[in-house]
DNA sequence: TTAAATAATACTGTATACATTGTTTCTCTT
DNA sequence: AAGAGAAACAATGTATACAGTATTATTTAA
């Protein structure tokens, strides 16, 4: 029994350019290091209290993720996004979400979309009571529950990619009051299209989602 | 004048990471490396003559297109994929071949046509003339200027790491005399498509060629 | 005062040494 | 002889030192 007692975490190793990594990542994600600003290696590695080699190899991560932009023999940047970019982005995205959509309406098991449907009604309780960060994780939650009932995971790895690209400049996008009862509608047609195993209608209620969430995103960009 | 005698190549430095990465790609996409096979750091440096860290730099390269595997602590292996994986690489893939195929058809210059239609003259040629290497290539040119004329580097991107994927089980594929009449056909319809600016019937004719494709590669796992 | 050249500096690129961990082999015990 | 345990070994993780290059600052000349 007390072989038990030091196992309190079997994976609790994380190598160093992976805490490196995580660290930077939400960094960026979070704007505390904004599009543009160098990340000198030397620098970070003494701010962190590492050593050059693992955020060497985290910078690479990054840049793998295209959240920083690295230069031979110049050094790495975050990287700013154009709105060329950004339109790109959504452009895949919203071929990929179509294809989950569809892909869900005709894999996804009962249990996966009772578990849907909560999570649905959980979002719609968060958006009466106006908790944002909640409404941000739930729509995020709702949409990876599509992406598990694919079975693929190159698909999901990919979307989630995107995702995170876009993740600065959609922050700011759930808090707008205005577009919350269109994202429901999208959501209940989502669901409608799956419990009817209609991929057609999936993929183009998806289509219609993103496109709103496109244009919205858009704006808000030309509004700063 | 004499200040030009060296500069052959004004960009001919390469960072040895890369010379490494590219070394070892080219070794696993041609098969001298195989699925499985341990890629350890050490004796990867000797045999390429340099240190083990621009080894370990290029091996996390490789782990970010999915060409290796890499587990904390124990090393690098060539990665092997599964049908599994091939299916769903093959799904995504036509995803983004159609929404290609259908940006192309709104986008298309003239000017970009006509080389489209030049480089399916040389396919054409290449079949009658059996050249297997130049087959290959030219199909590939066929679908990087489809993708091109989006003017989406993100999908760009995304679509050629999912072939590079791919590679190692495509070679066998054009190789088969009786699927060329097929693909010609595929190939006509998309250029059809464009020249139509029929959006929706370029999507159509891209799908049915990747389910043409896929179908095929799968055949040729089973057969072996 | 400005522009060009040169020197100083600061950063990345690469190699290597040390630390840690996982694996294998050998020995000892049952 | 078989299994457990310990020790030797081999590989990755991390730190550091040195080399080479880009950038910046400084000095000199026009």
Do not use: W
Not at 3 to 31: C, H, M, Q, W
Not at 59 to 64: E, P, T
Not at 97 to 118: D, G, P, R, V, Y
């Amino acid at each position: 029994m007390e072989e038990t007692k030091f196992v309190i975490n079997s994976n609790e190793y994380l190598p160093l350019r992976d805490v490196v990594f995580n660290t930077l990542r939400d960094a960026i994600l979070t704007g505390k290091l904004v599009p543009g600003e160098r990340l000198m290696e030397n620098q970070l590695a003494d701010k962190l209290g590492v050593s050059r080699t693992p955020v060497r190899e985290a910078l690479r991560m990054l840049a793998l993720e295209n959240l920083v932009e690295l230069v031979p023999r110049k050094g790495a940047q975050v990287l700013d996004m154009s709105e060329k970019d950004i339109i790109n982005i959504l452009e895949v995205r919203d071929a990929l979400e179509s294809l989950a959509t569809s892909i869900a309406c005709e894999k996804m098991k009962n249990e996966a979309l009772q578990q849907l449907k909560s999570v649905e009604a959980e979002f719609e309780r968060a958006v009466e009571e106006r908790d944002v960060e909640r409404i941000i994780q739930l729509d995020e939650d709702f949409h990876d529950l599509i992406l598990e009932s694919t079975e693929n995971d190159k698909l999901t790895q990919i979307y989630q990619n995107l995702r995170v690209q876009l993740y600065r400049y959609r922050m700011a996008h759930l808090k707008v009051d205005s577009t919350i009862p269109a994202i429901i509608a999208h959501h209940r047609g989502i669901l409608r299209a799956i419990e009817n195993h209609d991929a057609e209608e999936g993929a183009t209620v998806a289509h219609g989602h993103i496109k709103y969430h496109t244009e919205f995103i858009l704006r808000s960009i030309h509004s700063k």
